[in-house]
């Protein structure tokens, strides 16, 4: 390009600065003329990468700003908040000139994002409140900002996350503009404490719910084993999306409506929408339910873990390997089991290899049995729940001495039994 100018230099830095390519640094440093929207994307560059040597440049070149605006304040407060950096944030913020209804925000964010709900309550000892107001000024010479939906979905979040539904009401109730998040938010709280019914009236007053809406109260429905009106909530939904499926299916399998979750599946796939990985752990968990209901039916749970990898290209986690050795223990096929732990590409957990002592025990295959407790010994040596495990195994066939041994073994590696474990007595 023969004509570069400021804005032509600055879109080519957004762009790094999206990417996080902020080794491109040197982009901004050969810029001949700078102005406040190139001094802003670097900075902000800087504070969207974790560690403490790019946010200490980061804020070294805020310093360094001729000019600031409230961006520039503002994506210093961000910055620091995402990092964990709260005390700085604040220290930031309370040196602002002129502070606004985004800044605010952006603080009781953080506290959110760093788990501190009573600091987002309280300002955390920011000079002036966080709290949103109607009013200008406080009258104590504190300034409180004027009211701003954001803020209002921020505080009441602020209340859901801490379990005090009934603060996150009133706070819902003094709102005079509400958006889809202000009744979102409030309804996401009576999800999770199971009040399907305020949740119900709610959901009937809201002017436009949107699909997030319908997929709360299908989870909140699923979440309390009333899966009869969870489903008729999924057929009512304008657009459903991936996380509609993935709701209705996981709610029917966790009611052990194994049928229809496969039902919804097959739907799913004729409708076009395509299965995640929270899809696969749903159906492979319902194909787990089905073994224990339907004698031969390990081959259905294969047939779909193969079927989600080829023609749907997913990528099966540890865990997706877990529900399907469970699945071969279940019917009793543990060498299968194993030899699928033995070839799968990752590495195997103490889910896995539990799952499979805990089968081994079942079936009493010592064999067997001792292989996955040689795995488990190395994965988590200070566990007592390996040795448990074997020792009542050989205690249950009646092998004394073996199980003696295995007491024996745990004593010698100075491993204490953890609560909620026991050992079959002789």
């Known amino acids: 390009m023969n004509h570069r100018n400021t804005v032509t230099w600055n879109s080519m830095i957004s762009g790094y600065v999206q990417r996080r390519e902020i080794s491109r640094r040197k982009l901004f440093d050969e810029m001949p003329q700078r102005d406040i929207v190139s001094w802003n994307l670097i900075v902000s560059g800087y504070f969207s990468c974790h560690g403490s040597r790019f946010v200490e440049e980061g804020r070294r070149l805020f310093d360094l700003m001729p000019q600031r605006d409230s961006v520039s ?52 000892g920011s000079s002036g409140t966080l709290i949103p107001d109607d009013q200008g000024d406080a009258g104590d010479g504190q300034r409180k900002f004027k009211r701003n939906v954001v803020s209002w979905n921020s505080m009441m979040m602020c209340y859901v996350k801490a379990g005090d539904i009934v603060s996150a009401r009133e706070l819902f109730d003094r709102m005079v503009e509400r958006d889809t998040c202000s009744w979102n938010t409030v309804i996401s709280g009576y999800v999770q404490i199971s009040n399907m019914e305020e949740d119900s009236k709610l959901f009937r007053e809201m002017p436009s719910p949107d699909v997030l809406s319908w997929n709360l109260m299908i989870s909140g429905f699923a979440q309390k084993g009333v899966v009869n009106l969870a489903k008729k909530f999924f057929e009512r939904i ?187 007595d002789s």
């Open 73 to 124: 304040w503002n994506t210093v407060i961000s910055g620091y908040a995402k990092n964990g950096r709260m005390d700085q944030a604040l220290k930031v913020f309370n040196a602002m000139p002129e502070r606004n209804v985004v800044s605010s925000n952006a603080v009781i964010t953080g506290f959110l994002l760093n788990g501190d709900v009573m600091s987002a309550r309280s300002g955390g």
């Open 238 to 424: 304008p657009n459903k999306n991936l996380i509609s499926w993935n709701s209705i299916i996981a709610g029917c399998e966790k009611n052990e409506d194994y049928k229809g979750a496969i039902q919804l599946f097959s739907r799913m796939q004729v409708d076009g929408e395509r299965p995640d990985r929270h899809t696969l752990s749903s159906v492979l968990s319902v194909s787990t339910g089905l073994v224990d209901l339907y004698l031969g039916l390990v081959d259905e749970g294969r047939r779909q873990f193969k079927s989600m990898v080829d023609d749907y290209g997913i990528e099966p986690r540890v865990e997706h390997f877990a529900s399907l050795v469970d699945i071969l223990e279940r019917q009793g096929q543990l060498q299968e089991a194993l030899d699928l732990i033995n070839t799968m590409p990752l590495k195997s957990d103490t889910a896995v290899w539990g799952a499979l002592l805990g089968a081994c025990r079942m079936h009493n295959n010592v064999e067997l049995a001792l292989v996955a407790f040689d795995a488990l010994i190395k994965l988590e040596p200070e566990s007592s729940a390996p040795y448990v495990l074997l020792y009542n195994m050989y205690a249950n066939i009646g092998q004394w001495d073996d199980a003696e041994n295995v007491r024996v073994k745990m004593e010698d590696k100075n491993v204490k039994k953890q609560a909620g474990y026991s050992w079959v």
